[in-house]
């Protein structure tokens, strides 16, 4: 079955319009719309965002792709078999609330089956976020909206996309992970993040510091390599190390090298527009060591290159974390996938590095950040619908989420959020097709639990409305307690057989010492499919300190399908 689909904000049917004009031509890229209240309007992508993001969840399987002989093999998209129409809402100015609404009407109208939107306006009342309503409307019509989670972390508290009919997507690592190498006269190699693509053959060339390559400012400003302070007659041919950022700096004035400290991205390399390495700060410290004490420092950078990661996956650094701050039950993110380090297909008229003076022209490019993992996820959801056509889009989510792979939220011990970061876990399309049991709401149980929040703007709500958000259908369950209380908390759930026809479910909960969960009844007995069964989780405990988050889960299996729900109970930090 072929699936059509619509990009970087959203995916289509027939619809044949390119430039918002029909098209003849096409069989892959069948529809691309562009808003713009400040431009010359165009579709086409002028810096390579969108067409990652597309040809991430749809690419055709093309052969030796690579980034200048990184990361080569033989690419290919989620999907391939999928048509995508892209529905441009960004330009230099920013994402207009109007165009990303207009958008999201267009989408549904040209009959899409599936929504991906790579973009995050910070978090917002889902009664004034654009996304929020937007994708409420694709909701009603059927179709499952995929949202990037947002790439400022790695503080809790963060996450952008916190609607439940949204399905917000977390950034994990993949097992190949690209790294740089720095090698000093003295023979000693310091190892960095980079996507470096230029080679200095092994050559070595004088490393100054920034301080020592400058006519115009401090000794203060020349260090961090402010912008404006490098003397170009003084750092050509040299490498030159900077304390903090200014690769903007060391690129304009023509540097031959860069070599920067950076302890907060270990996880991730970006493409940078000259040869030059992002150090963690132990690594600097040894560079700096080495810098003060030789009489002429040398050294050389390498290309990059790609070696195995054997703790992946693990959440990006940068992928935010919940809880979710607006609805305090609701589990976000929801998922994870892969999103760092991604090659896929790059516009010829972007940058590959974002900086403007990079002329270099690639067919395809290495990106990171939650936009990245976010059409891996659509494209799981478009292989889920073409084997399940009929399935409402929480049924979608629940397949993908119910089957995720439990994962750990650490980067060398830090930033351990849990279920905060990953949400249900990684990915994993393929147990996704056969989930057993999946979770559904629909858009009356949205709105009954956005009227326990006295959230009217979705619709009207009745006048004897009860309940919490909490008791949403929701696959995960969480819930906010007070500190030092005693708490008991219970959640409704209903799950739809999808199944064998006959099959007898058992319940398993593995859960944290100081919490208590109980599921009744624990033994689900089905007889026909699409049959409806509900039970009670009640989650119990004491005395949880500031700053607490315990997890546990609920399994029900049949002894070949398990549906895995994440438990999480918190306080606040403050």
């Known amino acids: 079955m072929r699936v059509n689909m619509i990009f970087d904000t959203t995916y289509t049917k027939n619809t044949n319009v390119i430039n918002n004009m029909k098209c003849t031509f096409c069989s892959k890229i069948i529809g691309a719309r562009a808003y713009s209240l400040n431009e010359t309007i165009s579709a086409r992508d002028e810096n390579g965002h ?29 999907v391939p078999s999928a048509r995508i129409a892209a529905y441009k809402v960004c330009s230099p100015f920013g994402c207009a609330s109007q165009d990303v609404l207009a958008a999201f009407d267009d989408a549904i109208a040209d009959g899409v089956d599936l929504i991906s939107i790579s973009l995050s306006q910070g978090v917002i009342p889902v009664e004034s976020d654009v996304i929020s309503i ?17 790439n400022s972390g790695p503080n809790v508290s963060t996450v952008a996309s916190i609607a439940p009919w949204l399905f917000t997507v977390a950034a994990s690592s993949t097992d190949r992970k690209i790294l740089n190498k720095v090698v000093l006269a003295n023979k000693t190699t310091l190892i960095g993040n980079a996507v470096n693509s230029f080679t200095l053959n092994g050559d070595e060339f004088p490393l100054v510091y920034g301080k020592a390559v400058t006519s115009s400012c401090s000794e203060e400003e020349a260090r961090i390599c402010k912008d404006g302070c490098l003397d170009s007659g003084l750092v050509a041919g040299k490498i030159v190390i900077c304390e903090s950022g200014g690769i903007q700096e060391t690129f304009r004035a023509g540097a031959l090298g860069a070599i920067f400290p950076d302890d907060s991205r270990k996880d991730v390399a970006f493409v940078l527009p000259l040869p030059a390495l992002i150090l963690p700060t132990d690594q600097f410290s040894v560079l700096m060591s080495f810098l003060n004490s030789t009489n002429n420092p040398q050294g050389t950078i390498l290309k990059s290159e790609a070696t195995e990661d054997p703790q992946a996956p693990v959440v990006a650094s940068f992928s935010l974390r919940g809880p979710n701050i607006i609805f305090g039950d609701i589990l976000k993110p929801d998922i994870s996938a892969p999103g760092i380090d991604i090659l896929a297909a790059f516009s010829p008229e972007g940058s590959p590095s974002l900086f403007l003076n990079d002329k270099r022209q ?11 993992a976010c059409p891996h996820v659509a494209a799981a959801a478009a292989y889920i619908k073409s084997y399940h056509p009929d399935w409402i889009t929480s049924a979608i989510k629940s397949a993908l989420m119910t089957t995720a792979s439990p994962m750990n939220a650490t980067i060398q011990g830090e930033y351990e959020d849990g279920e905060f970061a990953f949400g249900a876990g990684h990915i994993n399309p393929v147990k996704a097709r056969e989930p057993g049991l999946v979770y559904e709401a629909t858009k009356d149980d949205y709105l009954k639990m956005l009227c326990t929040k006295n959230i009217t703007t979705f619709g009207t709500c009745p006048q004897d409305v009860t309940g919490s958000p909490k008791d949403l259908n929701y696959p995960s369950i969480q819930v906010h307690v007070n500190p030092e209380a005693n708490f008991t908390y219970r959640f409704p759930r209903t799950v739809t057989n999808v199944g064998s026809p006959n099959s007898k479910y058992e319940a398993t909960v593995v859960a944290d010492s100081n919490i208590t969960v109980t599921v009744e009844p624990s033994t689900l007995s089905f007889t026909s499919l699409s049959e409806k069964l509900s039970f009670n989780v009640t989650v119990s405990g004491r005395g949880l300190k500031l700053g607490s988050r315990l997890s546990a889960s609920l399994v029900w299996s049949d002894g070949t399908r398990n549906v895995r729900s994440p438990i999480v109970v918190y306080t606040n930090k403050s």
């Open 362 to 372: 690639v067919e395809y490019n290495i990106y990171s950040g939650t936009s990245i």
């Open 134 to 150: 937007g994708s409420f409307h694709a909701m009603e019509k059927g179709i499952l909206t995929v949202h990037a989670a947002g």
């Open 50 to 78: 969108g067409t990652h993001m597309a040809s991430t969840a749809a690419g055709t399987k093309v052969p030796d792709a690579s980034f200048f002989g990184l990361a080569d093999g033989i690419a290919r998209g989620g």
